[in-house]
């Protein structure tokens, strides 16, 4: 107990909110279901989730050899509102999860946990090696092991007091630690989450597809966003948080990790227009070191072109008949949706912006090359029946200005 005292002693030290630690034993339950949303096409597109990469990912042994303890870390990352700007250009602004406002979070964490394991080292003389989740070790499972939460039906840790608002890391050491005891609770009846979703890819008994989540497609997808699922994207550009709002667990408690903390207003709700402009270089320029370079400048630029078509404005239209000359076909593409978007959305009520979104699409129908770009104009320019209300932002509407 000496040893998990001066070990937790460290880690908090660090700065981590709450250190949790498990047994360093294959995790088989956690690599059951993995292997299960592996053989049921719920891990979409992630390749290099095999079922070989997930055996390792869930035995600490084969991060480690002789692995004994694993410690779990966590930081907040629950950041409250930022002020708007009293003065801003208008349009429409986008949305980023709250975990990305600041600054990357493995960045963070990797200073910090590999201070704690060189620590392991020098004073227990036991080896030890950190990770956060570009690793093979699945974080998670190795959180619910060390009873710092338990899983919600979003599949999300639920941290008591932060709820599902805590980033984590571990560090996986041969020091044989006390285990710390599961937590014996669930969300029992509650299916906020799972009402939340907007895109339904949360299922009544806890399983998330991926194929269906906004998350997904808007880091990780390099393609084409599924065409029945751009509409239900609202403004989001980076990530969703809709699930973790909903949930009830540390929904009043804002606490955040500085690095976390969003700078300025545009970092939390960045205006589409602006992220439509962006060329390669200012693209680095303005996200390097956050976690929004994931996306890469082809996919933000798509992601902001889906969300213009969601929530955009009048004013937005000539951003988005830009972003049909991008030399990028996916960004193209998605810019002709939008467009389409807006022929819908404003028929009734700005019939000039409709009108030159039309006029848009068909001067780029005939010079266009990509044949996906093609078929995407020419669905676009189908369009006629008036569109939904837009997704809105906190607050009930979209951000503007």
């Known amino acids: 107990m000496e040893a998990k005292a001066r070990v937790l002693e460290l880690a908090r030290a660090e700065g981590f909110a709450t250190v949790r630690v498990a047994r360093a034993e294959p995790l088989r339950k956690a690599f059951t279901a993995a292997r299960a949303a592996w053989e049921e096409g719920r891990l979409a597109d992630m390749a290099w989730m095999t079922p070989e990469w997930l055996a390792r990912a869930t035995d600490p ?44 979070y493995h960045r963070t964490f990797e200073k910090r946990l590999r201070r704690l394991a060189r620590a392991i080292r020098e004073e227990f003389g036991a080896d030890a090696r950190a990770t956060v989740d570009y690793g093979p070790l699945l974080e998670r499972p190795f959180a619910l092991a060390a009873g710092m939460g338990w899983l919600g039906k979003s599949t999300m840790l639920l941290v008591p007091g932060f709820g599902p608002w805590m980033l984590l890391g571990a560090v996986a050491t041969t020091l044989e630690l006390e285990p710390d005891p599961r937590i014996g609770k669930t969300c029992g009846a509650c299916v906020r989450c799972i009402v939340a979703c907007p895109t339904g890819a949360i299922s009544p008994d806890g399983r998330i597809d991926s194929r269906l989540c906004i998350s997904y497609h808007t880091i990780e997808n390099r393609g084409p966003i599924p065409r029945g699922l751009r509409a239900k994207f609202g403004s989001w550009v980076f990530g969703c948080d809709e699930c973790l709002e909903g949930c009830p667990v540390g929904t009043h408690r804002f606490e955040s990790h500085p690095d976390f903390l969003p700078p300025t207003y545009d970092h939390a709700y960045p205006r589409l227009a602006e992220l439509i402009g962006l060329d390669d270089e200012e693209f680095r320029r303005r996200f390097q070191g956050r976690p929004l370079m994931r996306a890469k400048r082809d996919g933000l630029v798509r992601n902001a072109c889906v969300a213009l078509g969601n929530v955009g404005l009048p004013e937005d239209v000539p951003a988005l008949i830009r972003a049909l000359e991008d030399r990028s076909p996916l960004v193209r593409g998605h810019a002709a949706w939008a467009l389409g978007r807006c022929i819908e959305r404003f028929a009734d009520s700005v019939a000039p912006a409709a009108d030159e979104a039309r006029a848009a699409l068909e001067a780029r129908a005939p010079l266009e090359t990509d044949p996906w770009v093609r078929e995407e104009i020419a669905l676009a320019l189908t369009v006629s029946a008036p569109a939904p209300a837009a997704s809105a932002g906190p607050g009930g509407g979209p951000h503007v200005g």
Do not use: M
């Open 61 to 104: 042994e084969t991060f480690l050899a002789g692995a004994k303890s694993v410690i779990v870390a966590g930081l907040p990352c629950h950041s409250p509102e930022p002020d708007p700007p009293a003065d801003s250009p208008p349009g429409a602004r986008g949305r980023v999860a709250r975990y990305a406002w600041g600054r990357d």
